[in-house]
T-cell receptor, first 112, second 113 residues
Framework: GAVVSQHPSWVICKSGTSVKIECRSL??????MFWYRQFPKQSLMLMAT?????????EQGVEKDKFLINHASLTLSTLTVTSAHPEDSSFYIC????????FGPGTRLTVT | GENVEQHPSTLSVQEGDSAVIKCTYS??????FPWYKQELGKRPQLIID?????GEKKDQRIAVTLNKTAKHFSLHITETQPEDSAVYFC????????????FGKGTTLSVSS
């Protein structure tokens, strides 16, 4: 089956710093990747849709200037959380779309 | 946009019993309905899915039914085992290129032995 990786798997950063999360499709090309955020005991909430070579489409309520998404190639999308604050602490999961969606293992972000 | 409602939020059953989780969706254009199992701190795992041209699909102890007219679909787990304990999410999408999955709020299933 298709494999999607994320890096890092977990990260702790100080308030005010920026953190970059990478999402890679390892054995297929993904025109579209999605970024989800999951708070404890909650569902996966779509943050944005990332299309290779174009600007990401953000869901209502998600600040595009705070969550920078770059989809520079058909196998890599990055999410940068800028000026992170404790309320940004969450589990961030990407998925890459081929015939179906394949999820990355997630990144646990803790902002102190 | 699509909205998916999922019930119940928690479900406790005895080992060997059946468990049923129900979801409704709002967008009549949605045509793909996957179910995911998620263990704590891990990615969601696809356990079964159904497309709108099918009314029911079964895979061993797991089955999914779809009622397009009523816009609801259900997950059925028979002969539950303790290892079935997890959070289950339903989702819906039009499954067109560039269309994301919209998830229900999840059901925490606890199977006691």
């Amino acid at each position: 089956g298709a494999v999607v990786s994320q890096h890092p798997s977990w990260v702790i950063c100080k308030s005010g710093t920026s953190v970059k999360i990478e999402c890679r499709s390892l054995d297929f090309q993904a025109t579209t990747m999605f970024w989800y955020r999951q708070f404890p005991k909650q569902s996966l909430m779509l943050m944005a849709t990332s299309n290779e070579g174009s600007k990401a489409t953000y869901e209502q309520g998600v600040e595009k200037d705070k969550f920078l998404i770059n989809h520079a190639s058909l196998t890599l999308s990055t999410l940068t959380v800028t000026s992170a604050h404790p309320e940004d602490s969450s589990f961030y999961i990407c998925s890459a779309s081929s015939h179906e969606q394949y999820f990355g293992p997630g990144t646990r972000l803790t902002v102190t | 946009g699509e909205n998916v409602e999922q019930h119940p939020s928690t479900l406790s059953v005895q080992e060997g019993d059946s468990a049923v989780i129900k979801c409704t969706y709002s967008d009549s254009a949605s045509n793909y309905f996957p179910w995911y199992k998620q263990e704590l701190g891990k990615r969601p795992q696809l356990i079964i899915d159904i497309r709108s041209n099918v009314g029911e699909k079964k895979d061993q102890r797991i089955a999914v039914t779809l009622n397009k007219t009523a816009k609801h679909f259900s997950l059925h787990i028979t002969e539950t085992q303790p290892e079935d304990s997890a959070v289950y999410f339903c989702a819906a999408t039009t499954n067109q290129a560039g269309t994301a999955l919209i998830f229900g709020k999840g059901t925490t299933l606890s199977v006691s032995s």
